[in-house]
């Protein structure tokens, strides 16, 4: 499993779920049911960093409730998920829907399902201590993200 196979993966269950989370984690959870044990901890190690590495205080600015958005972000598939990284406040030219945007349990439909493969004891890939990029104050945050902003005003 490399990080081409898994955007390949998560891309798959996200183009068959029809924006459905609910469907999305079980199509998740089928396509991990099939990996090697190595693949499915490889699988989630990547999940782990990606979701490291949207540790940002850009990226924060742009959702706060931020750990359920950093999964159901990668869930929607590579494109997207550069696409944000890259540019937070274009997170306003695609469609804002609160159950999918802040979906609680596509994190969970992935860890289960590569405990199932791989077994209980799967490695944690250590969580950064501060977001990475610079810090915004939340007075700043419609001035960051002009788009967005004029999405919630």
């Known amino acids: 499993m490399d990080e081409v196979a898994f955007w390949i993966l998560i891309q798959s269950a996200h183009d068959a779920s029809g924006g459905d989370m609910n469907k999305k984690c079980e ?16 699988f989630f190690r990547i999940f ?9 205080w850009p990226l924060w600015g742009a959702d706060d ?19 944000a990284m890259a540019d937070p406040d274009s997170l306003a030219d695609d469609d804002i829907d609160e159950e999918t945007w802040f979906f609680e349990g596509f994190q969970y ?20 201590l501060k977001p990475t990029g610079t810090q915004w104050l ?7 993200f002009p788009k967005l902003a004029k999405l919630f005003a």
């Open 27 to 42: 199509a998740v959870k089928a396509s991990i049911a099939k990996l090697t044990k190595n693949d499915a901890l490889e």
């Open 48 to 56: 782990q960093e990606l979701r490291q590495r949207a540790f940002s």
């Open 65 to 83: 409730t931020f750990d359920d958005f950093r999964t159901s972000l990668i869930s929607r598939g590579r494109l997207a998920y550069e696409k």
């Open 109 to 128: 439909a992935v860890r289960q399902s590569v405990e199932a493969v791989a077994g209980p004891s799967i490695p944690n890939v250590p969580h950064p």
């Open 138 to 144: 939340e007075d700043e945050v419609y001035k960051l």
